[in-house]
């Protein structure tokens, strides 16, 4: 519960609206409290004396009444809608603001299902128990101190009646609170499951057809839902159980007063319409209880939502500035690594790096080669803090990255992934995503250094061509090449191609490899690969094996001097390799 406190601080912008609500739910609940003294009139005074016109004038006063009491109830729910709908906005814009704030780390700890859940069912959970709270929450003890105030005013020996109802009724609500509520924490864990599962499938579906692995995935969704139907099974089988426990306990109250509000009416201690009214008010006074018993499931839900939406806006990113973060207005693109190990986790596991030191001078091409996990991502990770060095240091122009300013570091650096992530928009949006500003002109030239403005052209709205989502209508060439464009397009000081061109043909290759070195001859260039004639023309090869560096220099003294880099180089190209 104080998890879903704490989330109900994003209301401070609606104190207002909240106050009008409230002011018009007081009002509904004195025109509900005042309908069953007008029915004590009606019976006492009308019907008992033989009345029409105080049954008729009441009628009519409690027909108002009633008309009044909606429009008031019609005012609170417009009020409430808008003040939930406002927090649900404000809440969700916070969630997704903190996530553009998480390092790689963070996003390592919360997979995509799992923010995506908070993002939508959590949000939901939370955003409805505050509509409802500003409709019942409020309502339900304003209605329970005014019917048991009026009902100890109109018959105290009844009252008693209902005082021992009460606490039977309050333990079976802490119970229920208590008992369904993990229920409610792991029913939203299965569906985080079950969210991870089919996200994965759509974005690979793809591969799922290709190797034929369609039994498999319908195996592992229905696992996953079968344990989210279970658990939310056997949450709503206890519901189930509890309400008509509750329905029982006011049905019993009300035989009880009948039962001995007629042995007052046969001694004349009270009359009929008392007792009416005096059935009303015990509705009015259990109907909250009921009320909250129904909504324990939605509290609870509510609040085991509200703890995993805390996690998200509580969580720390891994790598922030430092206060005495520094800007860097030009670089020339010198990187130095000091005897640099890293892992992904500070808790004493393995290294994924080990004492990497090496110098890249401006403008130089760097080349990563190794085998896969060798550590190649990891190692150019660090050079625009996507992660940081657990001992040692990365170095730009003798500043070391943990004392420059992250967004003006990677505003220096541009990247091309080696997936390649493009997003819903045109081809032109999507090149100029790191630049917004550039004019069309600057994102033919990146496209054309990328190779990509001919297959460009020949779609008919060439670069207003809309793009699939993580575009779909592409293909892995065509994509790497945009990204490529949309890297070059920034005028990076340093560049990082990590393993971009893995779905590019041998030729294109080594047409985007021509017109980088002529174009960015003054950009530092760290290029991941996995076909070692990408590497043949760098000023640098980093051989890196299990995490250390193996073998470094240019490709004719690798090949004197490193047998492992021979390895790698006959068994793909061998000595046609080095005839061509």
Same mark, same amino acid.
């Given at each position: 519960m104080s998890d879903l406190r704490r989330v109900t601080r994003f209301l401070s912008p609606y104190k207002r609206e909240v106050a009008i609500a409230t002011v018009f739910l007081g009002l509904v609940v004195l025109a509900d409290l005042y309908i069953p003294r007008l029915i004590q009139v009606i019976i006492d005074d009308g019907v008992a004396q033989r009345d029409m016109n105080v049954v008729l004038t009441t009628s009519l006063l409690m027909i108002g009444v009633s008309i009044l009491e909606a429009v008031l109830s019609i005012a609170n729910t417009l009020y409430s809608v808008k003040v939930s709908r406002g927090f649900e906005a404000d809440l969700r814009e916070a969630i997704f603001k903190k996530i553009q704030t998480f390092s790689f780390g963070n996003l390592d700890d919360l997979n995509t299902g799992q923010l995506l859940t908070r993002l939508t069912s959590d949000l939901t959970q939370v955003q409805m128990i505050i509509s409802m709270g500003l409709r019942m929450f409020i309502r339900a003890p304003l209605m329970f101190i005014g019917s048991f105030g009026i009902m100890f005013a109109i018959n105290p020996d009844l009252v008693t009646v209902i005082l021992s109802l009460l606490p039977v009724t309050f333990l079976l609500v802490t119970f229920f609170i208590r008992f369904v509520r993990p229920l409610f924490t792991q029913v939203q864990e299965r569906l985080d499951y079950l969210n991870q599962v089919l996200q994965e499938n759509l974005s690979g579906i793809r591969v799922v057809k290709a190797f034929v692995r369609s039994d498999y995935e319908n195996k592992r969704f229905e696992k996953a839902n079968m344990e989210l139907y279970e658990t939310s099974l056997k949450m709503r089988q206890y519901t189930s159980i509890f309400f008509p426990i509750v329905m029982m306990l006011m049905n019993l109250g009300t035989v009880a007063i009948i039962y001995y509000g007629g042995l007052q009416v046969f001694v004349g201690k009270t009359s009929v319409g008392q007792i009416m009214a005096f059935t009303n008010y015990l509705f009015s006074t259990m109907f909250p209880v009921l009320m909250l018993s129904m909504m324990a499931g939605q509290i609870s839900a509510a609040s085991a939502s509200a703890s995993r939406i805390m996690e998200v806006l509580d969580a720390v990113p891994e790598i922030q500035d430092s206060p005495e973060?520094?800007?860097?207005?030009?670089?020339?693109?010198?990187?130095?690594?000091?005897?640099?190990?890293? %892992?992904?986790?500070?808790?004493?596991?393995?290294?994924?790096?080990?004492?990497?030191?090496?110098?890249?001078? #401006?403008?130089?091409?760097? &080349?990563?080669?190794?085998?896969?996990?060798?550590?190649? %991502?990891?190692?150019?990770?660090?050079? #625009?803090?996507?992660?940081? =060095?657990?001992?040692?240091?990365?170095? *730009?122009?003798?500043?070391?990255?943990?004392?420059?300013?992250?967004?003006?570091?990677?505003?220096?650096?541009?990247?091309?992934? !080696?997936?390649?992530?493009?997003?819903?928009?045109?081809?032109?949006?999507?090149?100029?995503?790191?630049? #917004?500003?550039?004019?069309?002109?600057?994102?033919?030239?990146? &496209?054309?250094?990328? !190779? =990509?403005?001919?297959?460009?052209?020949?779609? #008919?709205?060439?670069?207003?061509?809309?793009?699939?989502?993580?575009?779909?209508?592409? %293909?892995?060439? !065509?994509?790497?090449?945009? =990204?490529?464009?949309?890297?070059?397009?920034?005028?990076?000081?340093?560049?990082?191609?990590?393993?971009?061109?893995?779905?590019?043909?041998?030729?294109?290759?080594?047409? *985007?490899?021509? &017109?980088?070195?002529?174009?960015?001859?003054?950009?530092?260039?760290?290029?991941?690969? !996995?076909?070692?004639?990408?590497?043949?023309? =760098?000023?640098?090869?980093?051989?890196?094996?299990?995490?250390?560096?193996? &073998?470094?220099?240019?490709?004719?003294?690798?090949?004197?001097? %490193?047998?492992?880099?021979q390895e790698i180089y006959d068994s793909q190209l061998g000595d046609g390799g080095a005839e061509a």
């Open positions: 973060a520094i800007r860097l207005d030009e670089i020339q693109g010198k990187v130095v690594f000091e005897s640099v190990t890293f %892992s992904y986790r500070d808790d004493g596991g393995d290294p994924v790096l080990t004492d990497i030191s090496f110098t890249a001078e #401006p403008g130089e091409k760097v &080349a990563l080669l190794g085998q896969t996990g060798s550590g190649k %991502s990891s190692l150019i990770n660090l050079i #625009p803090r996507f992660y940081d =060095a657990n001992l040692g240091r990365v170095t *730009i122009d003798g500043y070391d990255v943990k004392e420059i300013e992250m967004s003006n570091l990677r505003r220096h650096i541009g990247f091309s992934l !080696q997936e390649a992530i493009l997003f819903s928009g045109t081809i032109r949006d999507n090149i100029r995503y790191g630049r #917004p500003d550039a004019s069309d002109e600057k994102v033919v030239e990146a &496209a054309k250094i990328a !190779q =990509a403005h001919e297959f460009i052209m020949t779609f #008919p709205e060439g670069y207003d061509t809309m793009v699939g989502q993580r575009g779909v209508n592409l %293909s892995g060439g !065509q994509k790497q090449r945009l =990204a490529i464009a949309r890297a070059l397009l920034v005028k990076p000081k340093i560049l990082i191609l990590d393993d971009s061109t893995s779905a590019v043909d041998v030729e294109t290759e080594a047409e *985007i490899e021509n &017109a980088l070195e002529e174009l960015m001859s003054d950009t530092t260039s760290f290029i991941v690969a !996995q076909r070692i004639s990408t590497v043949l023309k =760098a000023d640098k090869i980093l051989v890196l094996d299990n995490g250390r560096i193996a &073998a470094q220099g240019n490709h004719e003294e690798l090949m004197e001097t %490193s047998p492992l880099y």
